[in-house]
């Protein structure tokens, strides 16, 4: 079963929270596999108090989608960015958008943006 790896996702290992897609296998559409979709798929450290999120909504349903989250600071219900996908290569695009704009958003941080 080939699972979806951090590595594939461009991804620091070493920041991983928690990582549920080992129990998923990307040979097989997302929708097959809603027994296994939860809210709480994978969380990740982007930098000091920003955070990857990804999950399925709604939770354990073929009709759901991957909801993809950049948070700053605890900050759900505003995060830096939201993104939606259906497949795993949507997925694999969601997640690349959300960490460059994490980057970013970071960066504009730092420089003393609002």
Do not use: C
């Not at 790896?5 to 928690?18: C, G, T, V």
């Not at 990307?26 to 450290?45: F, M, W």
């Amino acid at each position: 079963m080939p699972a979806l790896e951090p590595h594939e996702l461009n991804l620091d290992a070493s920041k991983i929270l928690f990582w549920k897609f080992s129990e998923l296998d990307v040979a097989v559409a997302p929708q097959t596999q809603a027994a296994k979709l939860t809210t709480d798929l994978a969380q990740v450290g982007l930098a000091p108090g920003v955070l990857l999120d990804i999950g399925w909504y709604p939770a354990l349903r073929d009709d759901g989608e991957f909801v993809v989250l950049v948070v700053r600071e605890g900050e759900w219900e505003t995060p830096i960015a939201r993104f939606t996908a259906t497949s795993w290569d949507e997925l694999r695009g969601a997640v690349a958008k959300a960490v460059v704009l994490a980057k970013v958003s970071e960066l504009d941080r730092r420089k003393g943006s609002p």
